[in-house]
DNA sequence: CGTCGCATTGATATCGCTCAAATCCGGTGG
DNA sequence: CCACCGGATTTGAGCGATATCAATGCGACG
């Protein structure tokens, strides 16, 4: 649920799926929180492929580093049709300064993002597509199984991790063959516990 | 300079080289400032290659996370003789609610973070390794030629990128060739003014 | 029924990782 | 002052993993 002190300060707007947003180079005037739908934030770079910065989906705020940058860094892209609160910087600004409950809470709310984009990092680092599959489980899996639910299709998390679509097809299909991990319409997990 | 607030809650701690502030795994006591030197936040993969997730210099938090999380994630290892301070995470936690500027001034700084970490995984996403030093230059350079102090070794810099060392010095030998970039001591850049 | 995008598999070329070795450089101790 | 050492730098050779191009099937949707 979007912070009650930032409710007043928004307005509700409604996108179509392929909408924008908002676009690179736009000066940024407003923090976003999902109510439902998807909004995926990429910047395509010189040949076209799209690099998803990252995905918002219902209950998540993004544009955040819009509170700190005079312009956008990327695209918004409505992946699914969305309903979005936007909330102008300079109140969102304000709420921050006078509510401590709720900075402390957006503090810890960016930390935690701050964790998740670090394990992806991390991740990229990782040499092999098997290796980035396994990490992807251990950080995003829950339970001893370290089960995923895909949220979109195999491409998106090819993208998520930095692979070609078909090299994490035929690593998963490896990886299936030899009885490491288990797949079941959309969920993803290790057919052993682990650790 | 470590915010005043938060001075008198912190203890000021000096380390050698290659000591460990914290080991992943760790209970999450405190928040680390670093005074001088440089620590290296890292994990060890299962073969033992070191994943360097972010590098502490003086003037910087690490271990921000420490306040929403029990545990630490990484390992904190000294590279360069370090006076910390340390500041336990529930006197950083009273101070962020009790001061609305700090607490505005430590959103602004995970924000930053979280764009250097955003523009770090989006590079590892990148195919070629010029292509990620293009990107490095255009995320990390300064001025119309995109200039870059490097802080550490080329070695250190590869890590960052994502790449073994050799590739790294002979995709910048290449570029350097080829006139598109040059080096200049510990000073990188492009030959031709970006767009 | 046609189209579009995802899923899947195949073939091939390339790029980056790995192992190896030589040089350089700063620091350190004799 | 010199010998020595560890770490960074640089270049070489070869292999394997992954990107790329290509083709097909499939389901959703208009």
């Given at each position: 649920m979007i912070e009650r002190c930032l409710q007043e300060e928004a307005r509700l707007r409604e996108f179509l799926k392929g909408?924008?947003?908002?676009?690179?180079?736009?000066?940024?005037?407003a923090v976003f929180y999902v109510v439902d739908g998807e909004v995926q934030l990429c910047r395509f770079g010189r040949r076209g492929e799209r690099i998803i910065v990252h995905r918002a989906r219902a209950g998540e705020y993004f544009a955040e580093a819009s509170l700190e940058s005079k312009r956008y860094h990327c695209d918004a892209i409505v992946m699914k049709p969305a309903r979005l609160l936007e909330v102008p910087a300079a109140r969102f600004r304000y709420v921050l300064r006078s509510d401590p409950d709720f900075a402390q809470r957006w503090s810890a709310l960016l930390s935690r993002q701050l964790q998740i984009v670090r394990a992806r990092a991390e991740r990229m680092s990782l040499v092999g597509a098997a290796e980035r599959v396994r990490h992807y489980l251990a950080t995003a899996g829950s339970g001893p199984r370290l089960e995923v639910e895909l949220r979109g299709s195999i491409k998106d998390l090819a993208a998520e991790l930095g692979l070609t679509h078909e090299t994490l097809y035929r690593t998963l299909a490896r990886m299936q063959k030899s009885g490491e991990i288990e797949r079941e319409g959309s969920r993803l997990r290790r057919r052993r516990a682990s650790v």
């Amino acid at each position: 649920m979007i912070e009650r002190c930032l409710q007043e300060e928004a307005r509700l707007r409604e996108f179509l799926k392929g909408a924008q947003v908002f676009r690179q180079g736009d000066v940024a005037r407003a923090v976003f929180y999902v109510v439902d739908g998807e909004v995926q934030l990429c910047r395509f770079g010189r040949r076209g492929e799209r690099i998803i910065v990252h995905r918002a989906r219902a209950g998540e705020y993004f544009a955040e580093a819009s509170l700190e940058s005079k312009r956008y860094h990327c695209d918004a892209i409505v992946m699914k049709p969305a309903r979005l609160l936007e909330v102008p910087a300079a109140r969102f600004r304000y709420v921050l300064r006078s509510d401590p409950d709720f900075a402390q809470r957006w503090s810890a709310l960016l930390s935690r993002q701050l964790q998740i984009v670090r394990a992806r990092a991390e991740r990229m680092s990782l040499v092999g597509a098997a290796e980035r599959v396994r990490h992807y489980l251990a950080t995003a899996g829950s339970g001893p199984r370290l089960e995923v639910e895909l949220r979109g299709s195999i491409k998106d998390l090819a993208a998520e991790l930095g692979l070609t679509h078909e090299t994490l097809y035929r690593t998963l299909a490896r990886m299936q063959k030899s009885g490491e991990i288990e797949r079941e319409g959309s969920r993803l997990r290790r057919r052993r516990a682990s650790v």
